[in-house]
């Protein structure tokens, strides 16, 4: 029998080389390449989408931090003065004596243009109650020559940027044609010009139909100090917390419990946080609606699964090696933890805490909920402690509420608060990166 | 007395116990602390606890309980005859402490003298033009019940916070001199103090415990008022979402559930296979050099704040969106909010979730199913497409139901990129809207917090809560599953 199936005839077989490709190995071989540029182009997909935001950022956001000022020097005399307190409109008199100056300069500098006091108003506000409200406060600068600054408005802001063009400008009450010519001979004077706004970075909301004079400063205040309650307290409890479960946690049913729920809090969605603040906090507690303080509590109980979570890792990272050393010399458990352990993971911890923090600066919809929204955030606070009650903004919050306003103007003032708040979160990571890199211990 | 320097003084108290409690500890051991059962540092450390821990417990305590005493008493002195029709005892009560502030806020700029602000003989008129003169603002709500509650109110709590700052600085003098008197060389400091630290310890480990009740009993105390106030089959069944504050509005949660799972689908579509492709390809394929750049510059994106893809999403990708969807394109778009902006900004978000969950997996693979797969003859995509994946299955899909969680969770992308109105359509060029963009809008607008309007947003946060916990423990259920296979 087997010689008899020996002898069947073999099917037959094409006759293939080591050296020429079959047609299945060049098929096998194409997919094998199809893979791999699949995986390069998600990677690809993956960076290019990270370039678009960096490029979308640093373009819309960079306008925020140029306003328009006009530069004019102007003087008023005594006598001026007297004549203008004496009218009945007083403003539309300071007006009258500022708008005759700048008619001087422009025919100083040989720059032949028409213009009247309305034009004025819409190009640099009211500039009449701002001189009045300046003389007034300082009397000592009548009769000298002072350096305004003022700000223009936010549409001749808008036209120097780019937002309001020529082709699509239609005249209303805010702004006309005739007034971009009057504002391009006073550019090309060199009355008015582009200049850095420190007001963006140290000036507080302005309102929803003021978005030139809005600024971040405030909320960046209110951010400090919540981050101050959220690194005061999530800090200290969450390593007591890690230490009790990763050191002396028993295996019972409440440690069981414990472990759950962390696991289960550090994936509940941000807004659930923002609802159990508003009921407990606010509604139970009766604490200040809209306060840092209590921004830093609703922050605290979300970040602290991230900072437990990181802080057992660096401890379990410190070999048992150490504590059996300490209880070997007579330490007590509590001293070999204290004294030995903590100390040794104390860089993980940290590293842990401040990516924790950079976490809870960049959350927003917990805030919003307990009333920490943009358009309270109308000034510094008084003091330290008030800092803490006072209604505030946070940074965050404060890019939400001028996103979500109609006026265009804002939304350069939302990307560039967003490069405020990157920056911020960036020096964290930073920070973070290098304290890895310097105290990291491999065992 | 302000509170804070209420916690000054404990804490000095403590730190004046804990410098009497060592000194006292040595001089019992005639100044040598070998004579001591323990380091003098805890006889110190076990007078300052007994100073701070009962003292602080019930400060706590006490600031917690004020407010409920103190309502009690000033709500019984309204009769019912001064609760306007529409309005509620809880509104009357909220105005009673308004006024408080008010009269606290004239007395400290000194516009009404203390006395003025207590006399409750005061003529009515006279206190509210003078509130008036120092810029507090007087409504018309104010009437002559409420105004002798506020003046009520403000005694009651000022005489509450004396007995209080008198309590708790008795009760922390007497934990000093407690722990001073049981101060001698024989007795175990070390023990004592390290029990209560570890009394502490446990107390900080609960507080995870405490948030999941406080969240739990927040969401349910408040959806069962709204049950009360607006039927459970109407909520759960009705296909209309129309909210009016006038009262009559239909509170159907399906439109929003269907807002939700649609743009987590747009928003998975894109980052799933963006992000598995990117995993297998950096732990599969990638030099060591591509690795060690691209996968950071991947979790860069995890970083970023979801405000800045909220944003991203309303001026970037809607706007760029319109100009080829839109009235000029293929005109299916209407406005630059829609599903498809928000679950394209979502899904860029998702990416770096994804891959790194995905490469954890893949990288547990152990290294002797792919040389066995390499041994047979397969080559390196067939390796990852028949044994990797498949052997990796049930922790992708654990990391894709976590990122499905993420993306129902997500709050700040659809606030500004998926529009405000609730939907029932296939269409993704249309603006749609979801649960969480909705109690936030519920609850940041001005509406009465006893109306079935703001209510809503607790059932509607009840819902959230069960579906993401649901997804959440069912992912980490399958994950750590598998991982025992290989462990």
């Known amino acids: 029998m087997t010689d008899a199936s020996m002898d069947t005839p073999r099917p037959r077989r094409a006759k293939t080389s080591l050296v020429s490709e079959d047609a299945r190995t060049k098929k096998r071989n194409a997919a094998e390449k199809r893979f791999q540029a699949y995986g390069i182009a998600a990677i690809a997909t993956g960076l290019f989408f990270l370039a678009v935001l960096a490029f979308s950022i640093v373009r819309s956001g960079l306008p925020a931090f140029t306003t328009t000022v006009v530069d004019v020097n102007f003087t008023l005399t005594q006598e001026q003065f007297d004549e203008a307190e004496g009218q009945l409109f007083k403003t539309k008199a300071y007006s009258g004596y500022f708008i005759t100056a700048l008619q001087k300069k422009l025919e100083a500098e040989n720059v032949q243009v028409a213009f009247d006091e309305a034009a004025i108003e819409r190009i640099m506000g009211k500039i009449g109650g701002t001189l009045r409200e300046y003389y007034t406060a300082n009397p000592d600068q009548l009769g000298q020559e002072v350096a305004f600054k003022l700000n223009a408005s936010s549409r001749v802001d808008g036209y120097f940027k780019g937002r309001v063009q020529r082709e699509t400008l239609q005249d209303s009450r805010f702004l006309t044609l005739a007034d971009l010519d009057l504002v391009d001979a006073l550019a090309e004077a060199g009355i008015v010009h582009s200049a850095f706004d420190w007001g963006f970075i140290t000036g507080a909301d302005s309102g929803v139909d003021n978005p030139g004079g809005a600024g971040i400063g405030a909320s960046v205040v209110g951010s400090f100090f919540m981050m101050l309650v959220v690194l005061f307290l999530s800090l200290p409890i969450g390593v007591a917390a890690s230490i009790y479960l990763e050191e002396f946690a028993p295996q019972n049913r409440w440690t069981d419990m414990i472990e759950v729920n962390i696991s289960n809090l550090a994936a509940v969605p941000s807004i659930v946080f923002g609802i159990l603040g508003l009921a407990v906090f606010i509604q139970f507690m009766h604490l200040p609606q809209s306060a840092p303080l209590v921004g830093g509590l609703v922050l605290t109980l979300m970040t602290l699964p991230t900072i437990i979570i990181s802080t057992r890792a660096s401890l379990k990272a410190v070999p048992p090696s150490i504590r059996d050393a300490a209880l070997g010399v007579g330490a007590s458990k509590m001293q070999s933890v204290f004294h030995h352990v903590l100390p040794l993971a104390m860089p993980g911890i940290l590293t842990g805490t401040i990516i924790g923090l950079a976490q809870a600066l960049g959350e927003t919809a917990p805030l919003l909920l307990i009333g920490m929204v943009g358009f309270v955030a109308r000034g510094y606070p008084d003091g330290f402690i008030s800092g803490f009650t006072d209604p505030n903004s946070a940074m965050p919050a404060q890019i939400y509420t001028w996103a979500a306003r109609a006026d265009q103007a804002f939304y350069e003032k939302a990307w560039g608060g967003i490069i405020i708040l990157l920056i911020f979160l960036l020096t964290m990571n930073i920070i973070a990166i290098i304290l890895r890199r310097r105290f990291e211990r491999r065992w | ?487």
């Open chain 2, 1 to 487: 007395m302000p509170v804070i320097w209420l916690i000054v003084i404990v804490l000095a108290l403590a730190a004046a116990g804990f410098i009497l409690g060592r000194t006292r500890a040595m001089q019992s051991a005639g100044g040598d602390s070998r004579h001591l059962h323990s380091l003098p540092t805890y006889y110190g450390s076990n007078v300052a606890l007994k100073a701070v821990v009962p003292a602080m417990l019930l400060m706590v305590v006490w600031l917690v309980a004020q407010p409920f005493y103190v309502n009690g008493v000033v709500s019984g002195m309204i009769p019912d005859s001064a609760i306007a029709d529409g309005s509620s005892r809880g509104l009357v009560l909220a105005e009673v402490r308004r006024a408080a502030d008010g009269l606290d806020n004239a007395v400290a700029q000194g516009a009404i003298s203390e006395e003025f602000a207590r006399n409750a003989r005061a003529d009515f008129t006279d206190v509210t033009t003078r509130l008036k003169e120092a810029g507090q603002i007087v409504t018309t709500q104010i009437t002559q019940p409420v105004l002798r509650a506020a003046q009520e109110y403000r005694v009651i709590n000022a005489t509450g916070n004396m007995i209080m700052s008198g309590v708790v600085i008795l009760v922390a003098l007497l934990g000093v001199f407690w722990g001073l008197r049981e101060t001698n060389k024989d007795f175990r400091a070390r023990n004592v103090v390290e029990k209560s630290v570890m009394a502490l310890l446990i107390a900080a480990a609960s507080i995870a415990v405490l948030t999941t009740v406080g969240i739990v009993l927040s969401l349910i105390f408040n959806t069962i008022e709204f049950f009360r106030l607006y039927p459970a089959s109407e909520f759960f069944g009705s296909l209309t979402w129309a909210p009016s504050f006038g009262g009559g509005s239909e509170l159907g949660v399906l439109p929003l559930l269907w807002g939700t799972f649609y743009i987590s689908l747009v928003a998975l579509i894109v980052a799933v296979p963006i992000g598995l492709f990117a995993a297998v390809y950096l732990s599969e394929y990638a030099s060591k050099p591509v690795r060690s750049f691209a996968k950071p510059m991947l979790e860069v994106l995890a970083g970023i704040p979801t405000i800045v893809y909220g944003l991203f999403a309303l001026l970037t990708i809607g706007p760029m969106l319109l100009s080829v969807f839109g009235p000029d394109g293929t005109g299916w778009m209407g406005g630059q909010r829609a599903v498809i902006t928000a679950g394209l900004a979502m899904g860029i978000m998702l990416i770096p979730f994804v891959s790194s969950l995905s490469d954890d997996i893949i990288n547990a693979v152990p290294q002797a199913m792919r040389d066995g797969s390499y041994g047979l003859g397969a080559t390196k995509s067939e390796t990852i497409k028949q044994v990797i994946l498949p052997a990796a299955l049930p922790g992708i899909v654990g990391a894709v139901l976590l990122a499905t969680s993420r993306a129902i969770g997500e709050t700040m992308i659809v606030v500004l990129g998926a529009g405000a109105a609730a939907r029932l359509s296939l269409n993704p060029f249309e603006a749609m809207t979801t649960v969480t963009a909705k109690i936030v809008s519920q609850l940041t607008g001005d509406s009465d917090f006893a109306s079935p309007e703001a209510l809503v947003a607790f059932a509607l946060g009840m819902t959230l809560f069960i579906m993401t916990l649901g997804l959440n423990v069912f992912a980490l259920y399958i994950v750590r599953k598998y991982r025992e296979q290989y462990d």
